[in-house]
């Protein structure tokens, strides 16, 4: 009888299409908020500055202007936190996923001697559960 092992995963980014893809939406998704965002500010603004007349004040222009570019920074910062937190949760998945795949593999070439054992908050637990419950039956069946 074989043991539960304990595994970690040693790379963040185990499924590098599927992480970036979602990555990439993720970053999309955000640019596109951003973007209407800074559109809607902006007319906004200018709409107080035109309706009070106020066109011609150098200072409130300006600081209608730095809020602006502030939520452009703020774009350019929160971009490489919402790339990092779409790896973290993918990796929650596609993790799972090519380990389920790689015990599969090993089944389809005779080798029933699986257990998964993934790791505590790992998505795809109840199919793991049901590749080694598959794996039990095809080990009894066997022998």
């Known amino acids: 009888m074989t043991t ?10 185990v499924d590098r299409t ?3 893809r979602f990555v990439g939406v993720l970053l999309a998704l955000l640019f596109v908020l951003t973007f209407g965002a800074l559109v809607s500010v902006y007319l906004a603004l200018w ?3 035109y309706t009070f007349e106020l066109l011609n004040d150098s200072v409130t222009v300006s600081l209608f202007t ?4 502030m939520v452009a920074l703020e774009l350019l910062l929160i971009g490489p936190f919402v790339a990092w937190m779409g790896i973290l949760l993918t990796h929650r998945v596609s993790g799972p996923l090519v380990r ?10 005779g080798q029933f001697d699986v257990h998964l054992t993934l790791r505590k908050g790992d998505a795809l637990v109840e199919l793991a ?3 080694n419950r598959l794996a039990a039956s095809l080990r009894d069946r066997t022998t």
């Open 4 to 13: 539960a092992r304990s595994y970690r995963r040693r790379t963040v980014i």
């Open 66 to 69: 730095t809020v602006g570019l």
């Open 129 to 131: 559960e049901s590749v």
């Open 47 to 49: 709409y107080t500055l």
């Open 100 to 109: 389920i795949q790689a015990a599969l593999s090993q089944m389809r070439e």
């Open 18 to 20: 599927f992480q970036f």
